[in-house]
């Protein structure tokens, strides 16, 4: 339900995640968010959209769903704000990969990715509360290409054991210990990191809302 009622003073940016990197790059786009985790079970709202549902689907209803989560907590506020949720998911061969979790699935994701191509799903939401009540809401996803090297298996046993690939979708990072083994992308990096600023700025536009507003919150 978008809203065309543009907000005129400051609106707080809530981030419905704790990504390091998400918060990282909000940061340094100027915007200082709150941080709400959703606490979202995605392994059982994924089962319950289906095998049916497309990748684009799953990653833009769990995005929405972290949202909806978070804007739950604030039902009582007074401030104005923008909730983000965000999800993201490799799509390699027709197939799904969000975070490994282990070192033999992180190292079976790498065998299939090393000098292939994957394409990074990232779904964004974006809900707009005011006095305590979703008053519009917004939701898409963006597609960025991927081109991966092929490590050698020192380098990757390295990577993998620092632990940084376990817990980030598709087993690496764009702005870490794995962007060493990423060749090239085609697409937005900043959705490679987690939250594509493209995206979002699209849909804080749909639900009213303006970057000079957010900005206005920045510490100085």
């Given at each position: 339900?978008?809203?065309?009622?543009?907000?005129?003073?400051?609106v707080r940016l809530v981030l419905a995640s704790?990504?390091?990197?998400?918060?990282?790059?909000?940061?340094?786009?100027?915007?200082?968010?709150?941080?709400?985790?959703?606490?979202?079970?995605?392994?059982?709202?994924?089962?319950?959209?289906?095998?049916?549902?497309?990748?684009?689907?799953?990653?833009?209803?769990?995005?929405?769903?972290?949202?909806?989560?978070?804007?739950?907590?604030?039902?009582?506020?007074?401030?104005?704000?923008?909730?983000?949720?965000?999800?993201?998911?490799?799509?390699?061969?027709?197939?799904?990969?969000?975070?490994?979790?282990?070192?033999?699935?992180?190292?079976?994701?790498?065998?299939?990715?090393?000098?292939?191509?994957?394409?990074?799903?990232?779904?964004?939401?974006?809900?707009?509360?005011?006095?305590?009540?979703?008053?519009?809401?917004?939701?898409?996803?963006?597609?960025?290409?991927?081109?991966?090297?092929?490590?050698?298996?020192?380098?990757?046993?390295?990577?993998?054991?620092?632990?940084?690939?376990?817990?980030?979708?598709?087993?690496?990072?764009?702005?870490?210990?794995?962007?060493?083994?990423?060749?090239?992308?085609?697409?937005?990096?900043?959705?490679?990191?987690?939250?594509?600023?493209?995206?979002?700025?699209?849909?804080?536009?749909?639900?009213?809302?303006?970057?000079?507003?957010?900005?206005?919150?920045?510490?100085?």
């Amino acid at each position: 339900m978008p809203s065309s009622e543009a907000a005129t003073g400051p609106v707080r940016l809530v981030l419905a995640s704790a990504s390091p990197a998400r918060l990282s790059v909000l940061r340094g786009a100027g915007v200082e968010p709150i941080v709400r985790v959703s606490g979202v079970d995605e392994d059982a709202l994924t089962s319950a959209l289906g095998p049916s549902a497309s990748p684009e689907t799953v990653v833009t209803e769990l995005a929405r769903a972290k949202a909806a989560a978070v804007a739950e907590t604030f039902s009582g506020s007074a401030d104005d704000l923008v909730i983000v949720g965000c999800d993201s998911m490799l799509s390699i061969g027709g197939e799904l990969h969000g975070k490994p979790h282990s070192v033999d699935v992180a190292r079976e994701r790498w065998q299939s990715m090393a000098g292939n191509s994957g394409e990074l799903l990232t779904g964004h939401a974006v809900l707009r509360v005011t006095g305590g009540l979703v008053v519009a809401q917004a939701a898409a996803h963006s597609s960025t290409t991927v081109h991966f090297a092929t490590p050698s298996t020192a380098d990757l046993e390295a990577y993998l054991a620092s632990g940084e690939p376990l817990l980030v979708a598709g087993a690496f990072t764009l702005d870490g210990l794995g962007g060493w083994f990423v060749d090239r992308i085609e697409g937005d990096p900043s959705s490679v990191v987690g939250i594509g600023l493209p995206l979002v700025r699209t849909l804080l536009t749909r639900v009213g809302t303006s970057l000079a507003a957010l900005w206005d919150q920045t510490p100085s």
